[in-house]
């Protein structure tokens, strides 16, 4: 799925210089071809990461850096998968629907961490290697149309 998603991105996202706008699509694109329960990007912000484009039920809106998978991943500058978000420490409970989650850095041109792409499902165990490098595929098509 995530060798078919690739190119209906990168086309999404050839010519589009507004930044919302390509989170938004790829946020869509992601939620349409999988059904993720949520899906959504943290922008850093201010210090912090801020709730920028989504889908699925109401999300935190701001995220400390040193809170939850969404800050460690950004402290990290990795990927991290939770198979159970019961067991993370720390985890910020926005739903307790969400069973597991992935959590993936977006880097600008620069290299820089500019946000991070948020992934929950409402089952355990859900995430695997193959999602984690198809999803660090797709966010790579941003480095390009990131501030």
């Avoid at 978000?85 to 820089?112: D, M, Q, T, Y």
Wanted: with cysteine; glycine share 8%.
């Amino acid at each position: 799925m995530y060798a078919a998603l690739l190119p209906q991105v990168r086309a999404l996202l050839e010519g589009e210089t507004d930044w919302i706008a390509n989170l938004a699509n790829v946020v869509a694109a992601l939620r349409e071809a999988f059904g993720f329960f949520w899906i959504g990007f943290y922008r850093v912000k201010d210090g912090e990461l801020v709730l920028g484009p989504f889908q699925g039920p109401v999300a935190c809106t701001r995220i400390a850096f040193d809170r939850g998978v969404c800050g460690h991943a950004y402290r990290t500058g990795a990927t991290v998968i939770v198979p159970d978000v019961e067991l993370f420490p720390g985890h910020i409970a926005c739903s307790s629907l969400s069973k597991s989650e992935i959590v993936v850095p977006v880097r600008n041109s620069l290299g820089e961490i500019c946000a991070v792409l948020d992934v929950d499902s409402d089952r355990l165990d859900d995430f695997s290697e193959e999602d984690r490098a198809g999803l660090e595929s797709l966010v790579g098509l941003l480095a390009n149309h990131s501030r």
